[in-house]
Antibody
Framework: QVQLQESGPGLVKPSETLSLTCTVS????????WSWIRQPAGKGLEWIGR???????NYNPSLKSRVTMSVDTSKNQFSLKLSSVTAADTAVYYC???????????WGQGTMVTVSS | QSVLTQPPSVSGAPGQRVTISCTGS?????????VHWYQQLPGTAPKLLIY???NRPSGVPDRFSGSKSGTSASLAITGLQAEDEADYYC????????????FGTGTKVTVL
């Protein structure tokens, strides 16, 4: 079955760019929307944005000025870049597959990213 | 910035029925968009529990059921079990968010 795995640095310095990659295994990345979602410790879930395999994107307006998503269908991967990070960006970051009804049916295990000098 | 409101916590004894409400607005649930529910066990990723308001993915027990009416939705757990102790989140689509998903504030279910 389809599985997702996030990867990237666990520690990012303030003002720098957070970069994460999600690798899709067990199935094709094509013909789906894929999303990034984050969760600060002890808090709720926040949708960051989504990307289609064509490269079309939608971002959360509250993060839009700092977010860039991309997809590499040849590697079955999609990526997140979040620029100018602060401590408020410290969270577990999840990648997820989006169903046609906008539900997230498959999630990665999550990766903790801490913003600190 | 959650735009779907849930009670912070609900509790019940084993075997009881509990419900979790999810209140939205005219730009999300009230606009006709589907509501989905997730269960998050401690230290794990959320798991899709209900999609399309009332549909259960394969493998989800029929003790879990969902409904939607107007600008609100509900998740019911009948025959509460110790393993149901977790955080639960509702989620929908919001037309004011440029194609974006919105999550509920989350509800902690405690089995007494």
């Amino acid at each position: 079955q389809v599985q997702l795995q996030e990867s990237g640095p666990g520690l990012v310095k303030p003002s720098e760019t957070l970069s994460l990659t999600c690798t899709v295994s067990g199935g094709s990345i094509s013909s789906y929307y894929w999303s990034w979602i984050r969760q600060p410790a002890g808090k709720g879930l926040e949708w960051i944005g989504r990307i289609y395999t064509s490269g079309s994107t939608n971002y959360n307006p509250s993060l839009k000025s700092r977010v860039t998503m991309s997809v590499d269908t040849s590697k079955n991967q999609f990526s997140l870049k979040l620029s100018s990070v602060t401590a408020a960006d410290t969270a577990v970051y999840y990648c997820a597959r989006v169903l046609v009804l906008h539900a997230f049916d498959i999630w990665g295990q999550g990766t903790m990213v801490t913003v600190s000098s | 910035q959650s735009v779907l409101t849930q009670p912070p916590s609900v509790s019940g004894a084993p075997g009881q029925r509990v419900t979790i409400s999810c209140t939205g607005s005219s730009s999300n649930i009230g606009a006709g968009y589907d509501v989905h529910w997730y269960q998050q066990l401690p230290g794990t990723a959320p798991k899709l529990l209900i999609y399309g308001n009332s549909n259960r993915p394969s493998g989800v027990p029929d003790r879990f059921s969902g409904s939607k009416s107007g600008t609100s939705a509900s998740l019911a757990i009948t025959g509460l079990q110790a393993e149901d102790e977790a955080d639960y989140y509702c989620q929908s689509y919001d037309s004011s968010l440029s194609g974006g998903a919105v999550f509920g504030t989350g509800t902690k279910v405690t089995v007494l």
